[in-house]
């Protein structure tokens, strides 16, 4: 028997709390002789020493209960065994040259196996023996990738093994859903370093991420490599088209917060300028010919856009209604915004062993998914005979 949450057997530890609660109510407080009533009590008392178990059968059925609805969140299936079949296995490989070279001896030996290998690409074209890509890509293979290639192996029985860069990007390596066994495969490339992006504020002041991974416009740290240019330089220009007195009041706050803390000079507006390119607007009117290379934010919107660089609040910026505004976290997010849209960023943590695990969400086989269908109904019939049983009990012979 196997489980596809064995993680809920953890609920199974529940078991102590009618344990507990049964030994909790046992406890009885000490009688006092009273007068002559002390002789009557003596005479039906017999002496006992110890604890002494009483309604055992409750307590029985009452852990059975918690042990049962432990089993059921795991949802348990029956697989055969079959040691005699052996699963072929499928090496998906991230066409990139750090990738080669770090696994080299083990692709070769795959190959000499006679395992399929291919790259991780749209075509999945087979590897050929030099291992060399004819089109190397450092950029991770996006997520819609990576799924569609584990759903067209499903069908294959395989064990899939996935090369790629180990770069924290969810986007890029969500979790993966698959019915065959998945192991990934992503070392770190130490010696690589990001080029980081700067932005150019006061007094020629690169606002940039430092070595600790912070927004800085202060000196540059030793080994932090810079872009040749700046992705923005000279003042930043803001809009702010909004109705509410309020909001504007809040929003025009949290940008000159901002500015002032990273030396940017702040240029508002209240109106539209047809000359005027805004790096920032934040408006409750709907959107007409968005500028790709603006970031917008839009309040009071309920409508959800995909456009990386429009934001939508679905409540106005102030303190009565946005949890924003009232926790101070408003200028740190609007700066966020800012920040992702010029693509000025640090070199990201890699994934840890166990994270990659856990990026892979083994899915049940249909065989699986129907014994545990069955289980699952079983254990459900035998979870309600077992709670009449001690609900009978519980009123009727231990009342």
């Known amino acids: 028997m196997e489980f596809i949450n064995p993680a809920m057997w953890w609920a199974a530890a529940a078991v102590a709390i009618p344990i507990?609660?049964?030994?909790?109510?046992?406890?009885?407080?000490?009688?006092?002789?009273?007068?002559?009533t002390r002789w009557l009590l003596e005479k039906n008392q017999t002496p006992q020493r110890g604890l002494r178990l009483e309604k055992w059968l409750l307590l029985l059925l009452r852990c059975l209960l918690v042990l049962l609805l432990a089993m059921i969140l795991a949802e348990?299936?029956?697989?055969?065994?079959?040691?005699s079949a052996t699963l072929p296995t499928v090496h998906l490989v991230q066409p990139d040259e750090f990738i080669l070279e770090n696994y080299r001896f083990e692709l070769t030996?795959?190959?000499?196996?006679?395992?399929?290998?291919?790259?991780?690409t749209p075509e999945a074209s087979t590897i050929n023996d030099a291992l060399t890509p004819d089109n190397p890509s450092r950029d991770v293979p996006s997520s819609v990738l990576i799924q569609g290639l584990l759903n067209q192996l499903a069908d294959k029985a395989a064990i899939v093994?996935?090369?790629?860069?180990?770069?924290r990007n969810k986007a890029q390596l969500p979790?993966?859903?698959?019915?065959?066994?998945?192991?990934?495969?992503?070392?770190?490339?130490?010696l690589h370093r990001v080029v980081r992006n700067f932005r150019l504020v006061k007094n020629n002041q690169k606002l940039h991420i430092n070595a600790r991974q912070l927004l800085s416009n202060g000196p540059l740290d030793t080994?932090?490599?810079l872009a040749e240019n700046p992705v923005a330089e000279g003042p930043l220009p803001v809009l702010v088209l909004l109705k509410n007195e309020t909001e504007r009041t809040t929003v025009v706050a949290a940008v000159k917060a901002f500015a002032e803390v990273y030396g940017l000079e702040l240029v508002l507006d209240f109106a539209q300028k047809a000359s005027q390119p805004y790096s920032l607007v934040v408006s409750d009117e709907p959107l007409t010919n968005p500028n790709p290379n603006t970031v917008y934010v839009l309040t009071g919107e309920t409508q959800e856009t995909s456009s990386p660089n429009i934001?939508?609040?679905k409540e106005p910026l102030t303190p009565q209604?946005?949890?924003?505004?009232?926790?101070?976290?408003?200028?740190?997010?609007?700066?966020?915004?800012l920040l992702t849209h010029w693509k000025l960023r640090g070199d990201a943590l890699p994934w840890s062993r166990g994270e990659l695990s856990r990026r892979v969400k083994q899915l049940a086989p249909d065989q699986a998914q129907a014994s545990a269908g069955n289980l699952h109904t079983l254990l459900l019939l035998l979870f309600l005979v077992f709670i009449s049983l001690e609900r009978s009990l519980a009123l009727t012979k231990y009342a």
């Open 20 to 36: 507990a609660i049964h030994l909790w109510h046992q406890k009885k407080g000490q009688l006092m002789p009273w007068a002559a």
């Open 76 to 83: 348990p299936f029956l697989k055969k065994n079959d040691s």
């Open 109 to 120: 030996k795959a190959q000499q196996d006679g395992d399929e290998l291919r790259w991780l």
């Open 161 to 167: 093994h996935v090369y790629v860069r180990n770069e």
């Open 175 to 190: 979790v993966l859903q698959a019915a065959v066994p998945v192991f990934i495969h992503a070392p770190v490339d130490t």
């Open 223 to 225: 080994g932090l490599r």
């Open 311 to 313: 934001n939508v609040v």
């Open 321 to 337: 209604t946005s949890t924003l505004v009232a926790n101070g976290q408003l200028p740190e997010w609007l700066g966020q915004k």
